[in-house]
């Protein structure tokens, strides 16, 4: 009898837990936070734990068999970013039905609302994108590159590099610091008031062993570079973390160059099929599809050269050559007008640093058109950069991974053609060099939005690592974007630093060190000159946006330049948490219309001033020889949104806002 009642209530205890809600598992699914972090299902009704609060141990395991992948809410429906669900992708281009992005909606059920998507599948494959020296504002004339993935994901508008030159900027994504504290601040060692600046790739080359690839790699990743590494890369010199290299070595050259391909050293030549760009592309193609099928994600750093010049034939001499186009390119846009922004050439640079006051001078017509035959050759380049995202975004879709890829498009520093007086070239602190393009791409991620934050090339390390669920082993100084891939509130800073020498191309001459805080409103810029004297510039972005008039002296600014320089003394040694600023914009005197000081080449009596034979010689010339004769009096400038208009004899205009895809 007492064995009867023993398995009677064993029967009875076995039906409870068969019916017990409490006992039933919760479906391995996560959902991210407004901070980033990543919460999972839990408790008995597996209800998503409260963002507010620390996950509990099983919240941590349900976030970790998700792969911690970065997701978004859309209604009831948890989406992840950059991986697909069991429902048909939609093609990029393609108009996306209401509800879930970048995934058809479950059988049965109307957009925007149902049930949790299915379990995140495996971590997204993730493709960078990087040009050299590209302007913010010559992604335009990248059609495919705007319609594949401008259209389809998120643009930034206001993205930038901390130090505007080809191998700090490179360290920085890299490493995910700042020069200050990478190490790497020019293309090679410079001394300055006794104080030596690391540059170049021996500089970076003591902890290369700690840096993006090697970190992706821990983190299960297949790693391939294809293109430019570091500045002063030669031969088969080390680079860790890559499982595949072919990396093109200087001097810069479209053509008769060689690449380091994993140790071997291969020379091309001159044909067409040997135009640098379409070779890497073809290499990265073909990376891309040795890895379909392999169960393995990879990390593909894709770097074409262009639009950067071709390297002096001769370091002795000043020589400057444009880039060269692929063959099909050449003279593809003979039609475009140089556009002359207000900077160009400016007029009056009585308030600017004592280095560009004495040394640079007015640009004489000789000048003017070596600016306009650069400009021509680096957008033609661009041509074939944007045939490579098109063949990558085609090898993506043939091989079935585009739906499991993230790609990031950007540069590493942007450039000047006569702005402010500069010849051609980059390193000063305006926005002009340090504004470049960013759009990052993948399923589940916004589509044809843009972003107006502040954000750095330091926080696309960040982005990374946190899509890849990998660990870095160095303090990052930048924030991870992928809060802003799917959202437009999200807090986020309100100034960062940039950093750099104050040099001219080919001057070996360095004018000074500088330090700076830009802000939404503000761009604020403490250059150190030979001897330790400090010069200051201050720029008032809301009604001088091209940075000609500076406030630094003007007593109703005083609060402004405190709150900055206060700022920028944090930032200038900052170390991790510490960049993060979001320090309240300060309040400045109410925005006046900009002086009537000849400073802008479009201050005139006419509400819509176009460059004309009467304007300052900080406007374009119709007087100097262009490729194509064409009429520069058709730039007209809007000084309300700062756009600039290019006109073919007044059709077919094009309306270039700067910065703005």
Known sequence: MKKLFVLFVVLIVVLVSCVNPEKKACTQEAKICPDGTVVGRTGPNCEFASCNQQPTQNEKEIAGKANNAQVQTSGNNVIPIGVPSSGTPVPPGNQQPPGNPGFSNPPGMAGGGGPVLPPIPKKPNIIVIMTDDQSADTTIYMNKTVALLANNGVVFDNNFVSNPLCCPSRSTLLTGQYSHNNGVFFNADKSFNGITYGGGYYALAPTLNNTLPVWMQKAG???????????????????????????????????????????????????????????????????????????????????????????????????IRGPTPAQRHIGKFSQIVFPCKPSFNEKDVSDKPSFIRNNITLLNTNDMALDNQLYHQ???????????????????????????????????????????????????????????????????????????????????????????????????????????????????????????????????????????????????????????????????????????????????????????????????????????????????????????????????????????????????????????????????????????????HNTNCILDCYGIV
Not at 268 to 296: C, E, H, M, R, W
Not at 463 to 468: E, F, G, K
């Open 221 to 319: 990743y297949e790693t391939a570079i294809v293109g430019k590494f570091l500045n002063g890369y030669a031969g088969t010199a080390p680079a860790p973390g890559w499982d595949k290299k072919f990396i093109w070595i200087e001097p810069y050259a479209y053509y008769n160059y060689s690449v380091n391909e994993d140790g071997t050293i291969i020379n091309f030549g001159d044909t067409p099929s040997d135009y640098l760009t379409d070779v890497l592309s073809n290499k990265a193609s073909s990376f891309i599809k040795n890895q379909a099928g392999t169960g393995k994600p990879f990390f593909l750093y894709l770097t074409p050269i262009a639009p950067h010049e071709l390297s002096t034939p001769d370091p002795s001499q000043i020589i």
């Open 378 to 648: 680096r957008i033609e380049s661009l041509l074939a950069v944007d045939d490579m995202v098109e063949q990558i975004v085609n090898t993506l879709q043939e091989t079935s991974q585009l739906n499991n890829t993230i790609i990031i498009f950007t540069s590493d520093n942007g450039y000047f053609l006569g702005e402010h007086r500069i010849l051609e070239g980059k390193m000063f602190g305006y926005d002009e060099a340090i504004k470049v393009p960013l759009i990052i791409y993948g399923q589940g991620i916004a589509q044809g939005e843009k972003r107006s934050q502040l954000v750095s090339n330091v926080d696309i390390t960040s982005t990374i690592l946190s899509l890849a669920s990998a660990t870095p082993e160095r303090t990052l100084d930048g924030h991870s974007l992928v809060p802003l891939l799917t959202s437009t509130k999200t807090n986020w800073r309100t100034g960062f630093l940039i950093q750099g020498g104050d040099k001219t191309p080919g001057d070996t001459y360095l004018y000074g060190m500088y330090r700076g805080i830009r802000t939404q409103s503000y761009a604020y810029l403490e250059h150190e000159l030979v001897g330790g004297s400090i010069e200051t510039e201050l720029y008032d972005l809301r009604t001088d946006p091209w940075e000609l008039e500076n406030k630094y002296n003007d007593p109703k600014y005083q609060m402004v330049i405190n709150n900055l320089r206060n700022r920028l003394t944090e930032l200038r040694s900052c170390s991790g948490t510490s960049c993060w600023d979001t320090t309240t914009e300060p309040e400045g005197p109410s925005p006046e219309s900009p002086s009537s000081n000849g400073k802008y080449s479009w201050q005139s009596s006419s509400s819509n001033p176009s460059v004309n034979n009467t304007d300052p010689p900080n406007s374009c010339s119709p007087n100097f020889t262009t490729q194509n004769n064409f009429n520069q009096k058709s730039i007209i400038i809007d000084q309300s949104n700062a756009c600039v208009q290019r006109c073919n």
